[in-house]
């Protein structure tokens, strides 16, 4: 059983940033981010490939970075240019060996405020 706890979310402004971070239990292999807003469907934001290639959601892409710390189980959502469109429940999702997210952190609130 994997464990993934998310934390670093919290309230900042049109513009602000924010640095979210998962620890995960086991060995990082495919991590995602996901975000779910009030009455919207839960979407995709971000990837990690045990191999650190990274992909990004059109609307994060240039403003959001993932990155991972493999010495401390770790990884990362640098969020820079942050808008209000970007509030939401941020959950941090491990892939495993088989590409399918099958564990799930608690999820960490961002509000951004215009």
């Known amino acids: 059983q994997v464990q993934l706890v998310e934390s670093g979310g919290g309230s900042v402004q049109t513009g602000g940033s924010l640095r979210l971070s998962c620890v995960a239990s086991?060995?990082?292999?495919?991590m995602g981010w996901f975000r779910q807003a009030p009455g919207k469907e839960r979407e995709w934001v971000a990837s990690?490939?045990?191999?650190?290639?990274?992909s990004y959601a059109d609307s994060v892409k240039g403003r959001f970075t993932v990155s991972k710390d493999n010495a401390k189980n770790t990884v990362y959502l640098q969020m820079n240019s942050l808008k209000p469109e970007d509030t939401a429940m941020y959950y941090c999702a491990d892939g495993g060996p088989t590409n399918a997210y099958t564990y799930w952190g608690q999820g960490t609130q961002v509000t951004v405020s215009s």
């Open positions: 086991g060995y990082m292999y495919l």
């Open positions: 990690i490939f045990s191999a650190s290639s990274t």
